[in-house]
């Protein structure tokens, strides 16, 4: 799986981007996929992170209310909507992969992944 993280940019605190997760080789289906960021000198994190069907999601808290994840297996494609931006909010986003799974679970934990995408940058202004 290649997982490609686009729709990143410049935006003013309070506004909204979205990003996306795709892949041209492979299938998000059947997969929890991961939002990931990484600020710079610091860890990378997980944001939010989806089952494969789309039941479930978990947010951290600093993003509840803000942002939203979702997917669209028909087009093998998850986003992460992102409103009422802060400069805190400024790191390289990452969706990630797991492998094909039957049960229905997702984790916020960057060592639950296999496939992770090339990142794509959102930077905040005050």
């Known amino acids: 799986v290649q997982l490609q993280a686009s729709g990143g940019g410049l935006v003013q605190a309070g506004g909204s981007l979205r990003l996306s997760c795709s892949t041209s080789?492979?299938?998000?289906?059947?997969?929890?996929i991961g939002w990931f960021r990484q600020a710079p000198g610091k860890e990378r994190d997980g944001v939010l992170c989806?089952?494969?069907?789309?039941?479930?999601?978990s947010y951290a808290d600093s993003v509840k209310g803000r942002f939203t994840i979702s997917r669209d297996n028909t087009n093998n494609t998850v986003y992460l909507q992102m409103n009422n931006l802060k400069p805190d909010d400024t790191a390289v986003y990452y969706c990630?992969?797991?492998?094909?799974?039957?049960?229905?679970?997702?984790?916020?934990?960057?060592?639950?992944?296999?496939?992770w995408g090339q990142g794509t940058q959102v930077t905040v202004s005050s």
């Open positions: 990630a992969a797991d492998q094909m799974r039957l049960t229905q679970q997702c984790s916020r934990d960057k060592t639950s992944y296999v496939f």
């Open positions: 989806i089952t494969r069907s789309g039941y479930r999601t």
């Open positions: 080789v492979g299938t998000l289906a059947y997969r929890a």
